[in-house]
């Protein structure tokens, strides 16, 4: 794994259309370093695997093993818009709803209309500007004795 990416394994059960649907395991990325101690690990633990529709690479064939990568600054980025921008915006509304109208139903009022309004404007930001989302990238694994095929098998 290379510096500030995040990475996943996984295996192609098929190509079409040019789009590779990839079987992912559950576990923590431990690109962070926390590892086994991963929250999203942990409730991903016991579940069934991840399916991916991504953009198929060229050379990849269905059964190869992948590395599903993800610029690490980029998921930051989404993080902010997705997480961050939102609970910012319900604050400001929130308080613009007390400051100008002073009730309760006002303060509340305000935080929903704050918190869609952050929701539309990620999405039309978004939508203009499709870099901002990331896309993980497929990198074919040329052996991995770690993990076999048997443990990705995944029916639609």
């Known amino acids: 794994m290379s510096a500030g990416t995040i990475e996943h394994r996984g295996v192609v ?9 990839v079987v992912m395991e559950t576990s923590g990325c431990s690109a962070c370093g ?3 101690s ?21 050379g990849i064939a269905a059964g190869d093993m992948v590395s599903v990568a993800l610029p690490a600054s980029r998921l930051t980025l989404a993080a902010l818009l997705g997480y961050l921008f939102p609970a910012f915006a319900m604050l400001v509304g929130a308080w613009l709803g007390a400051a100008l109208a002073g009730s309760d139903g006002a ?19 978004v939508a203009l500007l499709p870099g901002l989302m990331p896309m993980p990238q497929l990198q074919p694994l040329r ?14």
């Open 34 to 36: 926390q590892g086994g």
């Open 13 to 21: 059960q098929k190509i079409e259309d040019g789009l590779a649907i």
């Open 143 to 156: 052996a991995n004795p770690q993990v076999s095929q048997q443990e990705f098998h995944h029916e639609h």
């Open 107 to 125: 303060t509340a009022l305000g935080a929903i209309v704050g918190f869609v309004a952050a929701l539309v404007i990620a999405r039309v930001a």
């Open 38 to 58: 991963c929250g999203i690990g942990k409730m991903a633990a016991g579940r069934p695997a991840t399916v991916l529709t991504l953009p198929a690479t060229p």
